[in-house]
């Protein structure tokens, strides 16, 4: 609901230059053109138009399906394929009814234009268009996840386009066994116990991606796995499918800044509205979605991993150390009141 103040012609009162200028104002809308070779700009020949709001939006929604780029001159497949996407407060989680009364907030959003050959009139052509904000908070979680110990029910990511810079913490591997020898996918005489994963981050690069990697991860074991450090823990091919919530956040819980979502026909590297600095990472052909940082905390990860004896101890050295993907145990926010998790 937008409301609006209106005063009548009769209040209003003439000023001068002198008075004018004494006074002090905020416009709503805000007009920023970068042209080409200006402000260190990489990108050649292409100008950019910006139209900002001076505002917050304050979003909670649901969104069944959320296709972008599909088919076209990439072929089968889109470059952001997701079910069930919810936009939510940082407060909301998987218990009943948290997620309604929260909201995704967006501070100074601004709709951007890159144009090609911009000081031609016959040349000039509109190569991107981006949707952003000059700061980001909130959660944003996906699909379902009816048994946290299974890969096999998960939905939710099917394709994703992007860089997302994530960063790990908290995170607990809570059935390890440490296999003297396998036989038929089992684990034999093996050695039991958790495993504590030591604060990660990355930045996760997408190109109608299914699924990512995990590298260069330490975990320590409990006593009851002797209590090794491996040092050089990797986990691939992890489906996007398994990321049920993301908190759109820097590590101290402030708003992030310059996330968005853009469409291009070629590589376009775009301005951080935050600092005045170009991204060093290029938004690729077709629709892009770029957040540099966000937060994924207090994982319980129940499903069971498995990994030789032999494996272990040369793990504790620093061999790589290679697990099967597995269930990260997220599950995606309520957002809706009642019995419904999601509507």
């Known amino acids: 609901m937008l409301a609006v103040e209106c005063y009548a012609a009769s209040n209003l009162k003439l000023l001068n230059d002198d008075e004018l200028s004494q006074e002090t104002g905020q416009g709503l809308l805000n007009l920023n053109y970068i042209a080409p070779n200006q402000s260190s700009n990489p990108n050649t020949d292409i100008g950019f138009y910006r139209l900002g709001v001076e505002g917050e939006i304050a979003l909670n929604a649901n969104v069944n399906k959320l296709q972008l780029?599909?088919?076209?001159?990439?072929?089968?497949?889109?470059?952001?394929?997701i079910d069930q996407v919810r936009l939510t407060g940082v407060d909301a989680t998987s218990d009943t009814d948290s997620g309604p009364g929260t909201d995704f907030l967006l501070n100074n959003p601004f709709i951007e234009f890159a144009i090609k050959n911009p000081d031609s009139a016959s040349t000039r052509e509109m190569v991107g268009l981006r949707l952003g904000a000059l700061s980001a908070l909130g959660k944003m979680s996906f699909g379902s996840n009816a048994n946290t110990a299974s890969l096999s029910d998960d939905t939710g990511i099917n394709s994703l386009s992007g860089d997302i810079g994530v960063t790990v913490t908290n995170a607990v591997l809570n059935n390890v066994k440490a296999c003297t020898f396998q036989l038929f996918g089992?684990?034999?005489l093996a050695l039991s116990g958790s495993a504590t994963v030591a604060n990660y981050a990355t930045t996760l690069l997408a190109n109608r991606s299914s699924s990512f990697n995990?590298?260069?991860?330490?975990?320590?074991?409990?006593s009851s796995l002797l209590g090794l450090t491996l040092s050089n823990v990797n986990m691939n091919n992890i489906p996007y499918s398994t990321v049920h919530q993301l908190i759109v956040a820097n590590a101290d819980g402030t708003a992030?800044?310059?996330?968005?979502?853009?469409?291009?026909?070629?590589a376009i590297n775009w301005q951080k509205v935050g600092d005045g600095t170009w991204n060093t990472t290029a938004a690729q052909k077709g629709w892009w979605l770029s957040i540099p940082e966000t937060q994924v905390s207090n994982l319980t990860i129940t499903q069971e991993v498995q990994l030789g004896l032999i494996e272990a101890g040369s793990g504790a050295l620093g061999i790589p150390v290679n697990l099967d993907a597995v269930d990260l145990g997220q599950t995606p926010v309520d957002n809706c009141y009642g019995g419904l998790t999601f509507c």
Request: glycine share 20%; hydrophobic share 25%; proline share 0%.
């Open 69 to 81: 780029g599909c088919g076209g001159s990439k072929g089968v497949g889109c470059d952001i394929d």
């Open 186 to 188: 089992g684990c034999q």
């Open 214 to 222: 995990l590298t260069g991860m330490s975990a320590k074991a409990s």
């Open 256 to 266: 992030t800044s310059n996330a968005y979502l853009s469409l291009q026909s070629q």
